[in-house]
């Protein structure tokens, strides 16, 4: 009987990895270039998988946890085989080449913590099965030519923290639902083609250090009470959008803040002198406002 169980505990272990193998060397089958021959010498049946460049397995169920081919100047696309690497817990495939839309079947890898696909030359839409990666820490799209808009199911995965889509081609308005992510530390949307305004609820997320909006569209008023939650906030950056209206004069009780940039807008009014309470500030960028 314990003979027996084994067999079917290791038959069970070969399999699953046998499926992860096959997802992995249909990912190499997608790549056109891969100038220093990595996967072309290493991801073969002659080595084990777990002993393949860039991938990292579970101990425990000796499935394929990490991949990691960032920085490798591969040219290629992310195939739908990829969203059976059912155990995976970190993808990073930042600074690449890789081109042509991300696949929505990477929204059924539901143990994902880590996702930076940043600095290649990806399109199309963020698959809105993104919201179902409810693991996930850190979403990092940055450089890349993503188009439409942020899907409102962003806001489900709710234990994010680190949110950066700057450097695309995004477009819309910033979803309202995104003020439930009450874990959020960053968000980075610059550099994207954003419009509207800010959802005011987005400024009772008390978690977040950074604020970083600039080069869109965007455009409406600060709310009068904007540092009441944000006191842990140490960089706000608006600069080079459509803001008008006063500056609060509660700015001044953002008291972390280190840098403030609200450049090149359409703030007016006077100055808040309670600026001059945020002793922590470094840079303070003000200019090309009509700003008395």
């Given at each position: 009987?314990?003979i027996?169980?084994?067999?079917?505990?290791?038959?069970?272990?070969?399999r699953?990895?046998?499926?992860?193998?096959?997802?992995l060397?249909?990912?190499?089958?997608?790549?056109?270039?891969?100038?220093h021959?990595?996967l072309?010498?290493n991801?073969t049946?002659?080595?084990p998988?777990?002993?393949?460049?860039?991938?990292?397995c579970?101990a425990k169920?000796?499935?394929?946890?990490?991949?990691?081919?960032s920085?490798m100047?591969l040219t290629?696309?992310?195939?739908p085989?990829?969203?059976?690497l059912s155990f995976?817990?970190?993808l990073n495939?930042?600074?690449?080449?890789?081109?042509?839309?991300?696949?929505?079947?990477l929204?059924?890898?539901?143990?994902?913590?880590l996702?930076d696909?940043?600095?290649?030359?990806?399109?199309g839409e963020?698959?809105?099965?993104?919201?179902?990666?409810?693991k996930?820490?850190?979403?990092?799209?940055a450089?890349?030519?993503?188009t439409?808009?942020?899907?409102?199911s962003?806001?489900n995965?709710?234990?994010?923290?680190n949110?950066?889509?700057?450097?695309n081609?995004?477009?819309g308005?910033?979803?309202?639902?995104?003020?439930k992510?009450?874990?959020?530390?960053?968000l980075?949307?610059?550099?994207?083609?954003?419009?509207?305004?800010?959802?005011a609820?987005?400024?009772?997320?008390?978690?977040?250090?950074m604020i970083?909006?600039p080069?869109?569209?965007?455009?409406g008023?600060?709310?009068?009470?904007?540092?009441?939650?944000?006191?842990?906030?140490?960089?706000?950056?608006?600069?080079?959008?459509?803001?008008?209206g006063q500056i609060?004069?509660?700015?001044?009780?953002?008291?972390n803040?280190?840098?403030l940039?609200l450049d090149t807008?359409?703030?007016?009014?006077?100055?808040?002198?309670?600026?001059?309470?945020?002793t922590?500030?470094?840079?303070?960028?003000?200019?090309?406002?009509?700003l008395?």
């Amino acid at each position: 009987m314990l003979i027996h169980c084994f067999m079917v505990s290791y038959a069970m272990i070969v399999r699953n990895l046998t499926t992860d193998q096959h997802a992995l060397l249909a990912f190499k089958h997608q790549i056109i270039i891969d100038p220093h021959n990595i996967l072309a010498d290493n991801w073969t049946t002659n080595y084990p998988v777990c002993n393949w460049a860039g991938v990292s397995c579970a101990a425990k169920h000796t499935r394929v946890r990490a991949l990691n081919l960032s920085n490798m100047n591969l040219t290629g696309t992310i195939p739908p085989q990829l969203g059976n690497l059912s155990f995976l817990v970190s993808l990073n495939l930042s600074h690449n080449n890789f081109h042509d839309h991300l696949p929505r079947e990477l929204g059924q890898l539901n143990r994902l913590e880590l996702i930076d696909l940043s600095s290649n030359f990806l399109n199309g839409e963020i698959p809105s099965g993104f919201g179902r990666l409810d693991k996930v820490l850190h979403l990092i799209l940055a450089i890349n030519n993503l188009t439409g808009v942020i899907p409102p199911s962003i806001a489900n995965m709710s234990n994010l923290e680190n949110l950066d889509l700057r450097n695309n081609l995004v477009h819309g308005n910033i979803p309202y639902e995104m003020s439930k992510l009450m874990k959020l530390r960053t968000l980075r949307l610059a550099k994207n083609q954003l419009s509207g305004s800010i959802p005011a609820a987005i400024y009772n997320i008390s978690a977040l250090r950074m604020i970083s909006l600039p080069y869109n569209n965007l455009s409406g008023s600060l709310p009068k009470k904007i540092c009441h939650h944000l006191l842990n906030l140490e960089a706000l950056y608006l600069y080079e959008n459509e803001f008008s209206g006063q500056i609060p004069t509660s700015i001044g009780e953002c008291k972390n803040l280190q840098q403030l940039m609200l450049d090149t807008n359409r703030f007016n009014g006077r100055i808040p002198t309670s600026i001059g309470n945020l002793t922590a500030l470094t840079d303070l960028y003000l200019f090309a406002n009509d700003l008395e």
